[in-house]
């Protein structure tokens, strides 16, 4: 196996290579508003430091967010069209699921809020518990101002950007601030090595919360820029 993950959901644009064992490479750089121009140089960048080529590939998976539009948008188009070029799988994993995992990683263990920025002064939060065996999320992920989440979900443990946002309403920071490519690369090996996939498969369903998810991207609202209404012609002659 060589697994490329990809994300583009935050302030990191990021990638990770997985052996099947562990994470052989990472190349992310902070940029909220240039994944276009980061994200294949740092594809490139992980591959050479795994001494490895684009063929080497085995796996694609892509974080579908929630995340903002144009910059979740780079990131899976990236990833489905690399994974067509060389006729690979590809798969989606929430990517506040990923934030989950690397505060599960470095030990951290029960109820944790992930809240992400979502701009207009609102976050992407979900909540999840985090057991022994892995952090599992609890419902679906949603978008609100973070003085809008109930009391109990804003005084849990918080990863993410959101309490660097919004210190005065979310006070318990811990863990990750952006997903990493990495983390994201070892949550999918660890799903794959629990419900492999056939190698025609673009999705892959265990239980909720605990698999893989569709291609869509969960932008979970409508994106900044729309299309101009048309326009109307004058007839007056």
Known sequence: MLLLAIDTST???????????SVVAEATTLDARAHAEHLAP????????????????????????????????VGIVTGRTFAFALGLPVRGLASLDALAHEAWLEGRRGDLL????ARRKEVYAATYS??????CRVGEPVVSRAADLPDEVRGLPTAGRGPTLYADVLPDAVGPRDVS????????????????????????LVDPGHGFDGLEPLYL????????PPSKKSTLG
Do not use: K, M
Request: proline content about 8%; charged content about 25%; aromatic content about 2%.
């Open 42 to 73: 740092n594809i490139r960048a992980a591959l050479a430091s795994a001494g490895a080529e684009p063929g080497d590939v085995t796996d694609v998976v892509v974080g579908i967010g929630p995340g903002p539009f144009t910059g979740l948008r």
């Open 114 to 117: 992930v809240a992400t920025d």
């Open 11 to 21: 302030t990191a644009i990021t990638v990770g290579l997985h052996d099947g064992a």
């Open 130 to 135: 985090l057991g022994d065996e892995r952090a």
């Open 181 to 204: 490519g990495g983390v994201l690369a070892d949550l999918a090996a660890r799903r794959l090595r629990e419900s492999p996939a056939g190698p025609a498969d673009e999705l892959q």
């Open 221 to 228: 609202r409508r994106p900044d820029a729309a299309p101009a």
